[in-house]
Each structure stands twice: as C-alpha cells, then as structure tokens.
C-alpha cells in the first residue's frame, strides 16, 4: 500500500529547533512531489513547503526562513528542518505526497491546496511551549 509516514515530532521551548521526517516508496511514479501541511485545533490545514523530483522548492510566507525542506533521495525520505520554533507552531504536522510533478509549481503559484495531493501520513504532533 503506498503511503508516507511521519516522524520526528515532539515538544520544544520557544525558539528551539526540530526536524521532521518523512518516508515515501520512492518519488516515481505516484511520489513526484512531497509537501508539509499542518493542522492546529480549530483550524484549517495549512501547507508548509514543498519539493518535486525537479529540485522546485516552495515555502508558504509563514514559515519562510525559518523552515528548511531537503531530501535523501537514496533514503526515500523528505526532511523539514524547523528552526526559532514559536507557541504558533503547535500543531500536528502531515506529509503529502502527489504524482503530479506539477502540484509544489501549482502550490507557489496559487496557493497550497489539500485536495491537490493524494496520499497522506497519520501526522506527528509539534508542540512549542514554555
């Protein structure tokens, strides 16, 4: 069954650091883009960042500079580095992945949309306080 899987969660103080991880089956055919999106109580999920198997890479306003996407690409896996973590942040964190190399350009372009990725992670909880 394809699928990704999240780790790397936990709790921090302010201004401290964390990186997640994310395991995918291999970026092709269904895997040509990985995004981060989370969800806090009471919200709406929010996308975080994105990359495809072109290299494109895209950070929503909220997290620019602060949050970093890389890959191993000879793991399978997708890393965001979350750095100067704020009360904010708290929320729990999902990796998504698309076939569609088209869908992180889509993302920077109009903006993150749920629907547009299709296989999803259970999310690993981020909480920031003091």
């Known amino acids: 069954q394809l699928q990704v899987v999240e780790s790397g969660g936990g709790s921090v103080q302010p201004g401290g650091s964390l990186r997640l991880s994310c395991v995918h089956p291999?970026?092709?055919?269904?895997?040509?883009?990985i995004a981060w999106f989370r969800q806090a109580p009471g919200k709406e999920r929010e996308g975080l960042s994105c990359?495809?198997?072109?290299?494109?890479?895209h950070y929503a306003d909220s997290v620019k500079g602060r949050f970093t996407i890389s890959r191993d690409n000879a793991k399978n896996t997708v890393y965001l580095q979350m750095n100067n973590l704020k009360p904010e942040d708290t929320a729990i964190y999902y990796c998504a992945g698309d076939a569609g190399i088209m869908s992180c350009v889509t993302s920077a372009i109009e903006g993150f949309s749920p629907g547009l990725y299709d296989y999803w992670g259970q999310g690993t909880q981020v909480t920031v306080s003091s």
């Open positions: 990359t495809n198997t072109q290299g494109a890479l």
């Open positions: 291999g970026f092709t055919p269904n895997y040509n883009t």
